[in-house]
């Protein structure tokens, strides 16, 4: 099993979480949507995969590189 940690790009507010932990995605999918001054920004798979753990919950603020989710690319 290879693990890829999926990194927040901006500091902002989890609006939504579209995946389960045990969803299969594909490269480009969109995982979570993050809510920043006013725009909805999708946080996509940088590869296919299975979603292993999701860190973050609706309305959580992250900040930029911050751990989001866990995908299995092996």
Do not use: F
């Not at 995605?25 to 920004?41: C, F, N, P, Q």
């Not at 299975?50 to 992250?62: C, G, L, S």
Request: aromatic share 2%.
């Amino acid at each position: 099993m290879a693990e890829l940690l999926v990194e927040s790009e901006l500091a902002g507010t989890v609006w939504k979480i579209e995946v389960e932990v045990g969803s299969t995605v594909g490269e480009g999918d969109t995982l979570i949507i993050l809510e920043s001054m006013k725009m909805e920004i999708p946080v996509e798979s940088p590869e296919s995969g299975k979603v292993v753990e999701i860190r973050v919950q609706v309305e959580q603020p992250v900040e930029e590189g911050d751990i989001i989710a866990v995908l299995d690319v092996g």
